[in-house]
């Protein structure tokens, strides 16, 4: 019989789940200066336009406005873009407070982010140290000039469903794809353990096929817009609605300890069959 703590991973959209507004909002876009209103409605008249998806098109208009100001869109630089953003009340301390709550009950906690952002400005938040693994768009950067040339990788709302499997399998390079189409009898973490934390349309193939996996999706608002969820419960898309406050006495901090306690009773149960078999 195995000793390992039982893992649950909690997986994050990023967002308007963890942030107040898209992350671009805070600081990319003043530097370009324009208001989140002109550059994304830039960005969807050029995706209407050519035809382009929608997460590459914001991507290339990133380059492209960036082109335009003169400014150099490094790494460096885009980390740079990931401080000072505004989260939602409790997120700063969601993560230790979760860990320690795992922790008392016997279970390692993981946590994950799948996001159509910019993994780039993620990686420069203040938060981003809390996560094992961080999926979000990336540029490819040319070694001479440090400037972005290509897409490395993008992610829209159905391949979100892509770094599920990869995180219950425990196969977190990209780049590996053998591994992740090969049958496990086993996985790293079972579907039973997963919880998805979104807050809409981009979030509702992932969590439908979380909840579907027999994990628990939670789809999250902004005080007093519960109704931009709601259809998420009643569809069947997902297991619960909360608002987006990640505070001691919160919802969805009582909702994920419940399922930590659930997972914890499960395992005990687990162990005292095996001990009588």
């Keep these: 019989m195995g000793t390992a703590k039982p893992i649950i991973a909690i997986i994050y ?4 789940t963890l942030t107040t507004t898209d992350m671009q909002n ?5 530097a370009l200066g324009m208001t989140p209103e002109e550059f994304w409605g830039e960005t969807g008249k050029f995706s209407d ?3 382009v998806e929608r997460i590459l098109s914001y991507m290339y208009m990133m380059i492209v406005k960036a082109r335009e100001k003169g400014i150099n869109l490094t790494k460096e630089f885009l980390y740079e873009q990931g401080k000072n953003m505004e989260y939602f009340d409790g997120v700063l301390t969601w993560f230790d407070r979760i860990n320690e709550y795992g922790e008392k009950k016997s279970i390692k906690i993981e946590h994950y982010l799948i996001s159509s952002g910019t ?3 993620i990686e420069g938040s203040e938060i981003a140290k809390h996560f094992k693994a961080i999926f979000g768009c990336e540029f490819y950067f040319d070694p001479q000039t440090k400037l972005p040339v290509w897409p490395k990788l993008a992610i829209n709302y159905t391949a979100k ?3 599920y499997f990869r995180i219950t399998k425990g196969i977190l390079d990209v780049s590996e794809d053998n591994a992740l189409n090969r049958k496990l009898v086993d996985h790293r973490i079972p579907h039973r353990n997963i ?5 809409g349309m981009t979030d509702v193939p992932v969590m439908l096929l979380v909840k579907q996996n027999g994990g628990h999706s939670i789809a999250v608002y902004p005080k007093g817009e519960r109704e931009k969820v709601e259809y998420l419960y009643t569809d069947g898309r997902v297991n619960f609605v909360a608002r987006a406050d990640y505070t001691e006495k919160s919802d969805i901090n009582s909702i994920v300890r419940l399922i930590i306690d659930q997972v914890s009773i499960a395992e005990q149960i687990e162990k005292k069959k095996q001990l009588l078999n």
């Design 26 to 30: 805070y600081n990319f876009i003043p």
């Design 119 to 121: 993994k780039e400005i």
């Design 161 to 163: 469903t892509q770094f």
């Design 195 to 199: 919880i998805y934390i979104g807050d």
């Design 13 to 16: 959209d990023f967002d308007k």
């Design 49 to 51: 336009k050519t035809g």
